[in-house]
């Protein structure tokens, strides 16, 4: 299982690559966004997959499984939504101001 | 014997899944997509029961009725863009 | 040998494969049916009644395997039951309202003239480009 | 347990919220938080004299234990670093009141600077990888906000940029964070630091360790710095300087501590390619010093010869050199947060970015002037300036390791600083004044005021080494021996 | 035209309380079972969202005249305020604590400080999902 | 404080008053308060002399960085009188100059201030032992300098002459810095002297010879050496006082002082003795020859100063054999060389401070420098001509004045060396004297130009227009103090020799036991020898050239113009300047997708480079948890989405089909039991998904990519060795089972926080610091949205004061 969530990985974050080195502003942060996903099972596998029960005492006797990479991607999760919030409206601002949202046209244009 | 069929529903779930995504990304209207979107989250949903039952455990139920939430909120906003072109209205009294 | 228990576990298990099974059908119904309208019945009414399956089944399961009886399966039901009939209504009307065409051989469209008025030629929206017209 | 480590980050937090809701009144706004850095301060040159009689202590939130828990923990290195930073923000906010127009300041200017600074004093302070993520995300967050503040156009493509440059570098640290728990199975630094020691830092790990540099490199300016001279010349001045002064120097910090801390074993690879990649930066930011035809240019190349040039502190991993490179960062942070204001009041009076479009400003702003020449010459490190220590320093450390490449790369990038910074200074400032009688504009007295602490402690950071050298000293001590830090964290 | 809406209203009127008690019960139960501040506050984040999807801005705003921005700084003082109170009883900062109070009417209650911590948590959540739907549909 | 500190320090207190009460002071009494200074201070350091003299020597130390061995220690020796007395003495007759020199309009203030810190930093380079203290007075007298060559800035080439010394100087001044530095690690200590007195430690050091060369090319850049010399002719734009002040007596002498001072440490090694002579000899004819062409008398002193400089230096070069020899009675003679620079240093100082003043005065009183437009001012103005005769000559070499002394000696120490056949001398050293010889020849024309085209002939008519005359008194008093010098030396210059050279000499042959036998006894007639004939040679080869000129003139043109060292400096520093910015601009052209690539490269290089190079790679499929059919198909249907993304070719899919992924990640947490994960992740999704619609509707549709096939592929090979890259680590890392992890201490968590799901109580109580920050990055999040939607850039009019 381990093996095959990393090789998921690396395809998400070929994936996430290819679309962050397109010039379209919604490609670009579609591949922001396939990165979270990509990076967010990674640090869940690095916990081990399956291995113990569900980190609720009152569910189960143990074992229980990692709970701290869980803690963590709660946390990147968050920051992550925050952060693609943040990006999202930027990117819009950007396009109402500047008119483009190819990234080598937006070079192109004159300032102000 | 049970795990067995619990198994073979999941995957009976993934493959449904799996059609209705090959819906939503060739559409070919919004609506179509729409509807396939919603009946995904359903089947999600049913999918969490079954691990769930699986696992024995109770912890994931709430997610159930969180998904039901999410994919009522999500249809309706989503028709609502189709209907009017935005998610929330200025103002309005129609 | 059976009893009371297993029955009931195996009434739940068999619930949910057949949940599953109705899902299958239903998403088959969403690839080969020939437009929204026709579509929006197979996953309304028939992935709903997967999901009510399914959800019944795990609901019993647990009942019956641990002796828990889940207040939030219920809720969960209900609320399934509320929702998916509103959400199919919805989705369905802004298709239509969208101008989303009817499959052909459905017959007369009473709605139309009602709706949009006489506007015969106005432009139809076509499946293809409905997303260039966002 | 010591609770004054954690006001820092803290007090800037509660504050900025507090502010959000004084919106409207821009002259509480003002004092509010002039007044809160200036607390932040005090507590942080307390801490710095605490951690000099009692060594280094720390914070356990909610009192668990490390490795655990989380926990802040102050060493003489963090609160140099924190000190000054606090001390530079106070001084540019000095300039914002005077700058910044009320229309920005309605717009949660302040509380966004704060939240930065809570963010920049949290990565300084923080004992705990994931939680360094975590205060970086702060720090970044708003810096993300002050970089498209005000929304013109050329800003928000630059911002955007910034962003999404910035938010492939936070995915990075996220997958560095995940295999180095995947491999150590712990976060806490110091933790990882035992951990690392105790396998002797086989090659995975140093992979990671590696990895870890490719994040940091992103945020210092290191050799990564692409995104560097754009979008540190879209935003308003004070937001440049604040920038210019903290953010890099984070990224550096963090590679400082990474690498002295918890991958300090395989520094044949490690400080190798460290090396290596400073030394690239210095030559990439000589050369876009040189080819600078405007001030921003100019000033933003040199942001990232600074860099460069503080790493080879870190690349030549002596303890002169560590010496060396925390007196250069504690230099950098308030010449390059000086450079940048006198700059953005250049642009201010004359309205052009172009060196040669500009002329005689000395002759109408006297003090404006020798301010920027005694700032040229402390970046140039010439004595007795606040640049000059730090590059003996680390000159010294360069020879005591052979590291003479690296050594003639931070010299040679000084007489280059000298150089374009000159060409400022002499078509600038220097000949004969293009500005009219009527177009003259007055330097406003808080900007003055922000200039002038600025020069002077430009000017004691030099001549008054001698009163910081103990706390450098421990600093440096610190690094070189990690297991102080770890017994700190682990024992007791 | 005007587009007939009545069938929306009307289950929303009902489905927004199923919501709200699950967003509450999440918000409680967080400390033993999945849910806590965060998704709590999410999901109650969502019901009011809901709320301006089924009608309009205007509406909604009268019913509700919070400043969003100001809920999520009051939540963000909550947070961090409780964090704080720690070092007034000279505490490591951050430590919760917790205890058994008797109530009137409920008796015996078990209490935590961290209760308040989520509670803040759950309404920055709530504010700042509020304020970023809000601020792009008012641009529009 | 003690009087040597004090010293130094005075001129920059004055030169700070000066600034403060620059509106209470009366312009017209500026410069007489000023002079004070330097006369009360050259009045302080005479009584050292016969301290001094008496083979004492003053050190003070004041503690400034103990903490990394930066004090400053003054250090008084022989050598460093002579340099001080130079420096304030010529100083007081600069600023007594200039008084008269500089018309009331100048901004004096400045004028005054900048020459106080240069004089402080002279005599700081020469009282410091500390090395890293005297690089700091040393880089000092750079930036003074400059501001006095750019005084009047608002002349580009004021400027441009400014910019050229600085950066010459101050790259100098930093490998000077690096030889310090190399010193330092090699012998523990910043102190001179005690660096000297270990000499023998460190001299098998492999830094050693760096170090040598480094420090030589501080001193060169100093004192204008070739190829360095090339900032001394354009420095010229400065002010005349500040020519006679820093480019006779002061800022290039330092250079010479820095090569004394380190001889004792440098000298035995052949580096040294061939680089300083060779160096030396190399500019002194470059200078001399150079000095000929120009036609701007303050050129010709430039050049001559260059050439002068060399002289000096060679001595110094020639005098370190000595060093090398050891002491015996044999090889004192050798030091006499180091005598005559020393002599020479003091008697250059003297005619070219009285000449400089000269120059200035025509310049002053006709308006031109140019000697084409001079000629036959003699009449006119009998004392400048007076002044610039006795100076020329005495520069030229003939008596009775004080250079004819210093040459012989230095005619003497040339030939005097091919007698030794250590350093290979006996192959090349032939040279010695005869560049040495050709070199004066040619200083002795350039004289001859100097007083015939300006003051013999006829009147230029446009110059008799004006009406000139000589000039004021107080302008005539400098220089004939200086010219009264040149004959007085030239007189008693044993006086000088007892008195300042032999404590001098003292300190560059720290190890030579008597400083006596170091002082020769000058005097003018020494015998019919080689030195007299090569004198009697230089003047009439002199004059037959001087005479011939206009026809051998034609050799200047063989050199290109655009292959004089000038021409080179400029060249590389545009060439530099464009070079760096063709390549600047290349790769930093503004293009996200390029600066992603560099991104992913260095990340793909650096990290896998490392993971390979290493070895680190490691793989165990066998601990893996099994896989069940539906989560194959899930991880299909993931991929599946991915790949779609790709090709997607509308807004709405694209955004669909990440929520898909999202809600298949989120199913991934169910099946690795994560209940609170599955949770945020499903409601996170659904308003990023939202979010994306809301915001992607007001971006424009999407395009296919309107990149090429070839940029498809390498953005693809780019995309996968990154996905590559991180899958392989993180195989590796699954499988590296060294640790336990710290989490099962988190399942007591009932017990120890009193919350039974265990993820909750990790956010809430043991890092509920990282929840609290979260909460803290949601806000920022929430507020900048708004900040960011209703921030518009300001309308023209707007009230900003910052407008961009």
């Known amino acids: 299982m381990e093996s095959l969530i990393m090789i998921l990985v690396g395809i998400l974050a070929s994936v996430g690559t290819y679309l962050i080195l397109s010039r379209n502003i919604i490609r670009v942060i579609l591949g922001t966004a396939i990165y979270s996903h990509a990076v967010h099972l990674l640090i869940l596998t690095m916990g081990g997959l399956k291995k113990g029960d569900v980190p609720i005492l009152s569910q189960s006797e143990g074992p229980f499984t990692d709970a701290l990479p869980q803690a963590l991607i709660l946390t990147a999760i968050v920051i992550s939504f925050a952060t693609t919030a943040l990006l999202l409206v930027l990117a819009y601002r950007t396009y109402k101001t500047n008119g483009s949202d190819d990234f080598h046209e937006l070079r192109e244009m004159p300032d102000e | 014997m049970k795990e067995t069929i619990l198994l073979l529903a999941l995957t009976f779930f993934m493959i449904a899944i799996g059609l209705l995504l090959y819906r939503s990304i060739v559409g070919p209207t919004m609506p179509d997509r729409a509807i396939a979107l919603d009946t995904i989250g359903v089947n999600i949903i049913s999918a969490i029961a079954i691990v769930s039952i699986i696992l024995s455990t109770t912890a994931f139920l709430e997610a159930i009725l969180i998904l039901g939430i999410l994919a009522f909120i999500g249809t309706i906003a989503f028709s609502k863009y189709i209907e009017r072109g935005v998610i929330v209205e200025r103002k309005g009294d129609s | ?134 | 347990m010591n609770n004054l480590i954690v006001l820092p980050l803290i007090i800037p937090i509660i504050t900025a919220v507090v502010l959000v809701f004084l919106r409207d009144q821009i002259v509480l706004q003002r004092i509010i938080s002039f007044v809160t850095m200036g607390f932040v301060c005090i507590v942080s040159f307390i801490l710095l004299n605490i951690v000099q009689t009692e060594g280094i202590i720390r914070l356990d939130f909610s009192g668990w234990m490390p490795p655990f828990g989380i926990l802040f923990v102050a060493d003489s290195f963090s609160l140099l670093l924190v000190l000054t930073s606090s001390i530079v923000t106070l001084i540019c906010l000095l300039y914002a009141f005077s700058m910044m127009g009320q229309r920005y300041e309605k717009m949660f200017f302040y509380p966004f600077v704060l939240f930065l600074v809570a963010g920049v004093n949290g990565s300084f302070l923080t004992g705990d990888i994931f939680n360094l993520f975590v205060c970086f995300e702060v720090m970044l967050l708003a810096s993300y906000v002050l970089v498209a503040f005000g929304g013109g156009k050329r800003q928000l493509r630059e911002s955007l940029k910034y962003v999404l440059i910035n938010v492939v570098a936070s995915w990075m640290f996220l997958v560095a964070l995940a295999f180095l728990y995947g491999s150590v199975k712990t976060l806490n630094m110091a933790h990882i630091a035992q951990r690392v020691a105790e396998v002797g830092q086989d090659p995975l790990i140093t992979t990671v360790a590696i990895l870890f540099l490719i994040v940091f490199s992103l945020k210092a300016g290191l050799l990564l710095f692409f995104w560097l001279p754009g979008s540190y010349s879209v935003p308003p001045t004070v937001v440049q300087a604040l920038f210019a002064a903290l953010l890099t120097k984070v990224g550096i910090y963090a590679l400082i501590r990474t690498f002295t801390l918890m991958f300090p074993l395989q520094q044949e690879v490690t400080h190798t390619i460290i090396g290596i990649m400073a030394g690239l930066t210095i030559i990439a930011g000589c050369m876009g010093a040189l080819a600078g035809r405007d001030v921003y240019t100019i000033a933003t190349y040199n942001v990232i010869i600074g860099t460069g040039f503080i790493l080879i502190g870190l690349a030549v991993g002596t303890e002169s050199a560590m010496a060396g490179a925390i007196y250069y960062l504690i230099h950098d942070i308030v010449a390059k947060a000086l450079l940048f204001l006198l700059i953005g009041m250049m642009i201010y009076l004359t309205g052009e970015t172009v060196v040669k479009k500009m002329s005689g400003l000395i002759q109408i702003y006297p003090i404006f002037g020798w301010i920027y020449f005694i700032l040229m010459l402390a970046l140039a490190g010439i004595p007795p300036f606040s640049g000059f220590i730090g590059k003996v320093l680390i000159g010294q450390g360069a020879i005591e390791a052979h590291s003479y490449i690296l050594l003639a790369l931070g010299f040679a990038s000084s007489i280059i600083v000298l150089y374009s910074l000159l060409r400022i200074f002499l078509a600038s400032f220097f000949g004969e004044t293009t500005i009219s009688p009527e177009d003259k504009k007055p330097i406003p007295k808080g900007a003055y005021t922000s200039f002038i602490l600025l020069a002077i402690s430009i000017i004691y950071l030099g001549i008054g080494a001698e009163s910081i050298a103990v706390y450098v000293k421990d600093a440096a001590e610190t690094l070189m021996n990690p297991s102080i830090y770890i017994d700190a964290i682990l024992k007791g | 035209m005007k587009i007939n809406d009545v069938i929306l209203r009307t289950v929303v009127k009902g489905v927004i309380f199923i919501i709200l008690t699950l967003g509450v019960y999440l918000f409680f139960s967080g400390h033993n079972a999945p849910g806590g501040g965060f998704i709590g506050g999410l999901v109650l984040g969502s019901a009011i969202v809901l709320l301006y999807i089924t009608y309009d801005l205007e509406t909604v705003h009268k019913k509700m005249p919070f400043d969003f921005k100001k809920v999520a700084a009051l939540g963000v003082l909550l947070a961090t305020g409780t964090a704080v109170g720690s070092i007034l009883f000279d505490a490591p900062f951050l430590s919760q604590t917790d205890g058994y109070f008797n109530i009137p009417i409920l008796g015996e209650k078990h209490l935590t400080t961290v209760t308040i911590f989520e509670a803040g948590v759950a309404l920055t959540v709530i504010g700042t999902l509020v304020t970023i739907i809000l601020s792009i549909g008012e641009d529009e | 404080m003690t009087i040597d500190f004090a010293i130094i320090l005075i001129p920059f207190i004055m030169a700070a008053l000066i600034l403060l009460f620059n509106k209470q002071l009366r312009k017209k009494y500026l410069g007489w308060i000023v002079l004070i200074i330097p006369v009360s201070l050259f009045l302080i350091l005479t009584t050292y002399i016969p301290r001094i003299a008496n083979g004492e020597t003053y050190t003070h130390t004041y503690e400034w960085i103990p903490a990394f061995n930066l004090n400053f220690t003054t250090y008084i020796d022989g050598l460093s009188l002579i340099l001080s007395l130079l420096i304030t003495g010529v100083g007081s007759l600069v600023i007594l100059y200039s008084i008269f020199y500089l018309s009331m309009k100048e901004s004096l203030h400045h004028f005054y201030c900048y020459l106080l810190l240069f004089m402080g930093a002279m005599l700081g380079v020469v009282f410091s032992d500390n090395l890293m203290v005297l690089y700091a007075f040393w880089e000092l007298t750079s930036v003074s300098s400059f501001l006095l060559i750019a005084f009047w800035h608002h002349r580009k080439a004021s400027r441009a002459g400014a910019r050229k010394s600085m950066t010459i100087t101050v790259s100098g001044g930093v490998s000077m810095l690096t030889g310090f530095l190399m010193l330092y690690v090699m012998s523990g200590t910043f102190s001179i002297r005690e660096i000297i007195a270990n000499v023998e430690k460190i001299s098998e050091h492999s830094l050693f010879i760096p170090a040598l060369i480094l420090i030589l090319l501080g001193a060169f850049t100093k004192s204008a050496q070739f190829p360095f010399h090339i900032w001394l002719p354009d420095a010229m734009e400065a002010p005349t006082p500040v020519s006679a002040y820093l480019h006779s007596a002061t800022m290039v002498k330092a250079g010479i002082y820095l090569v004394a001072r380190f001889t004792p440490v440098f000298g035995g090694e052949m580096v040294w003795f061939w680089t300083v002579t060779g160096v030396g000899l190399i500019t002194l004819f470059w200078g001399s020859f150079n000095a000929v062409r120009q036609t701007d008398l303050k050129a010709i002193l430039a050049f001559s100063t260059v050439s002068q400089l060399g002289l000096i230096m060679s001595l110094l070069g020639l005098g370190s054999v000595a060093v090398h020899l050891g002491y015996s009675a044999d090889t004192v003679i050798y030091t006499q060389a180091t005598f005559a620079a020393l002599f020479h240093l003091i008697n250059h100082s003297t005619f070219k401070g009285a000449l400089f003043m000269m120059v200035g005065i025509v310049d002053h009183e006709i308006g031109t420098r140019d000697i084409r437009r001079l000629g036959g001012l003699m009449s006119i103005m009998p004392f400048t001509f007076t002044i610039a005769v006795i100076g020329s000559f005495s520069m030229a070499g003939l008596p009775p004045f004080n250079g004819f002394l210093s040459k012989e000696m230095f005619f003497a120490a040339t030939v005097k060396i091919l007698q030794l056949d250590v350093f290979s001398i006996e192959s090349t050293g032939i040279l010695i004297p005869l560049i040495a010889w050709v070199a004066s020849i040619l200083t002795f024309v350039y004289c001859i130009i100097i007083v015939n085209r300006t003051f013999l002939g006829k009147i230029k008519p446009d110059i008799q227009e004006k009406n000139p005359h000589e000039a004021p008194l107080g302008m005539l008093i400098s220089p004939f103090i200086l010219i009264t010098l040149v004959i007085a030396i030239f007189f008693f210059p044993n006086l000088l020799g007892e008195y300042i050279l032999k404590p001098a000499m003292a300190s560059v042959y720290p190890t030579f036991p008597s400083a006596a036998e170091m002082t020769p006894h000058i005097s003018a007639w020494h015998g019919f020898n080689i030195e007299l004939l090569m004198t009697i040679g230089v003047i009439v080869l002199g004059i037959v050239l001087y005479r011939l000129l206009k026809y051998w003139k034609k050799i200047y043109r063989i050199f290109p113009q655009n292959w004089t060292l000038n021409a080179i400096y400029e060249r590389v520093i545009t060439t530099s300047e464009n070079v760096s910015e063709s390549i600047t601009n290349r790769y930093m052209n503004g293009k996200l997708t390029h600066y992603f690539i560099y991104i992913y490269i260095s990340f793909v290089v650096i990290v896998a480079g490392t993971f390979v190079a290493l070895d680190a790679f490691s793989w165990n499929p066998r601990l893996d948890a099994p896989v069940e059919t539906y989560e194959l198909l899930l991880v299909f249907i993931m991929i599946f989405t991915a790949i779609g993304l790709v090709f997607a070719k509308s807004r709405i899919t694209s955004v669909l089909l990440n929520g898909v992924l999202g809600y298949s990640v989120a199913f991934f947490f169910v099946i690795f039991r994560a209940p609170d994960l599955a949770l945020t992740q499903l409601v996170v999704e659904s308003v990023t998904t939202a979010l994306f619609l809301i915001c992607f509707k007001h971006l424009g549709a999407l395009k296919p990519e309107p990149s090429s096939k070839r940029v498809k592929v390498s953005n693809g090979v780019i995309s996968i060795l990154v996905g590559a890259t991180v899958t392989l680590i993180g195989l590796a890392v699954v499988n590296y089972e060294k640790f336990e992890t710290i989490s099962t201490y988190f399942e007591n968590s009932y017990e120890l926080a009193g919350g039974k799901n265990i993820v909750n109580t990790i956010l809430g109580d043991f890092r509920a610091f990282d929840t609290m920050l979260e909460v803290v990055v949601l806000f920022i999040a929430g507020l900048g949205v708004y900040t960011l939607i209703n921030l518009k850039a300001a309308k023209k009019e707007g009230a900003d004061i910052e407008n961009k």
Request: with cysteine; glycine share 6%; proline share 4%.
């Open chain 3, 1 to 134: 040998m059976l009893n009371v228990k297993e029955i009931l576990e195996w009434i739940a298990v068999l619930s949910v494969l057949l949940a599953s099974i109705i899902s299958m059908i239903s998403a088959f119904g969403m690839i080969r049916l020939p437009d929204v309208y026709t579509r929006s019945h197979a996953a309304t009414k028939s992935s709903t009644m997967a999901v009510l399956a399914c959800l019944s089944g795990a609901f019993i399961y647990f009942w019956v395997h641990d002796g828990y009886v889940s207040v939030r399966l219920i809720l969960g039901i209900v609320f399934v039951f509320i929702t998916a009939p509103v959400s199919g209504h919805l989705v369905t009307r802004a298709a239509y309202r969208a101008r989303v065409p009817l499959a052909e051989g459905s017959g007369d469209d009473a709605l139309k003239p009602v709706l949009f008025g006489d506007e015969q030629t106005s432009p139809t929206i076509t499946a293809d480009n409905v997303d260039k017209h966002e």
